[in-house]
C-alpha cells in the first residue's frame, strides 16, 4: 500500500499537526474549566463559614468539611472545657485552608503538582465527612448531598489532573 504524501488528510479529516493543536487546544479549554472546581470549592467553603459565623441555621453540604467540623470542635471543647479563644483559632486555620485552595487554583496554571495536592487534600476532607457523617449522624438528605457533592469533585480533580498530564505529554511531543 502507498504511503500517504505529506500533508494530506488522514482518515479522521486531519494532518497529524493538525490533529496535535486540536486536542492541544481541546485539553487547554478542558482544564481551564476543570480548575474552576477549586476555586468553587473555596468560595463554596467560605459562604459555608459566614453562614455559621452569622449563627444562620442552615449549614450545606457544598463545601469543605474541615472548617466546618474544625469550628464545630472548637466550639464545643471552648464550651465544655471553658477553652478561650478555641473559635476564633478555628476560623484562623480555616480562613488559612480556604487561601491554600486559592493558592493552588493559580498555581494549577502552571503544572499538575498544585491538582495532585488538591485532589489528595480534598480526599482527605472526603474521608472527613464520611467519618462525620457517620459519627454525627446527620441528616439523611445531608449525608446524600454531601456524598454527591464531594464524589463529584473527586471526579472533577481525578479527570483534572489526568488532563493536566495528557497536556504536558503533547507538549513534549510538539
Known amino acids: 500500500m502507498a504511503e500517504k504524501p505529506e500533508g494530506k488528510k488522514s482518515d479522521d479529516g486531519f494532518s497529524k499537526p493538525e490533529n496535535n493543536y486540536l486536542k492541544l487546544y481541546s485539553l487547554k479549554k478542558e482544564l481551564a474549566n476543570g480548575r474552576r472546581v477549586i476555586i468553587a470549592v473555596a468560595g463554596l467553603t467560605l459562604l459555608n463559614m459566614l453562614l455559621i459565623f452569622y449563627k444562620v441555621k442552615i449549614i450545606f453540604p457544598f463545601s469543605l468539611t474541615s472548617p466546618t467540623f474544625a469550628i464545630a470542635l472548637a466550639s ?99
Do not use: C
Open 76 to 174: 464545643s471543647f471552648e464550651f465544655k472545657y471553658s477553652i478561650p479563644n478555641l473559635v476564633p483559632i478555628a476560623y484562623i486555620l480555616s480562613i488559612f485552608l480556604i487561601t491554600v485552595y486559592i493558592f493552588l487554583y493559580y498555581l494549577s496554571k502552571k503544572g499538575s503538582l498544585a491538582i495532585l495536592i488538591s485532589l489528595i487534600l480534598f480526599s482527605v476532607d472526603s474521608v472527613l465527612f464520611i467519618v462525620n457523617a457517620v459519627m454525627l449522624k446527620n441528616t439523611f438528605i445531608y449525608a446524600i448531598f454531601g456524598l454527591i457533592f464531594h464524589a463529584w469533585i473527586l471526579q472533577s480533580l481525578i479527570r483534572l489532573y489526568i488532563d493536566s498530564i495528557e497536556l504536558k505529554k503533547l507538549t513534549r511531543n510538539m
